[in-house]
């Protein structure tokens, strides 16, 4: 069974850069998807950002052009670079991935992010 397990988020002031890392006691090479989520107080869970095997990744549009997400395939991480924060980025960061066959999903217990001066 696969675990995830996030680190790296803080208090930052807008226009910071923080990032978040993500170790799998699995190997990322065995999911078919890693990725992000976040969820702010009072909102629903929202994606993030995903990076697929073939090394494709995609964004939602609030965070395009500013999130960059990575992944080390021998330390079995997944990171986001996170720059130009903005308040309404604050959130839990919670790391997720997805199995290949049966797409068992796992979840990380997340890592607080606050953006605000």
């Known amino acids: 069974q696969g675990q995830l397990a996030e680190s790296g988020g803080g208090l930052v002031q807008p226009g910071d850069s923080l990032r978040l890392s993500c170790a799998s006691s699995?190997?990322?090479?065995?999911?078919?998807?890693v990725g992000w989520y976040r969820q702010a107080p009072g909102k629903q869970r929202e994606w993030v950002a995903h990076i697929r095997p073939n090394g494709m990744s995609d964004y939602t549009d609030s965070v395009k052009g500013r999130f960059t997400i990575s992944r080390d395939i021998r330390a079995s991480t997944v990171s986001l670079q996170m720059y130009s924060l903005k308040p309404e980025d604050t959130a839990v960061y919670y790391c997720?991935?997805?199995?290949?066959?049966?797409?068992?999903?796992?979840w990380g217990q997340g890592t607080q992010v606050t953006v605000s001066s």
């Open positions: 997720w991935a997805k199995t290949a066959g049966w797409g068992v999903e796992y």
């Open positions: 699995e190997s990322i090479s065995s999911y078919s998807g």
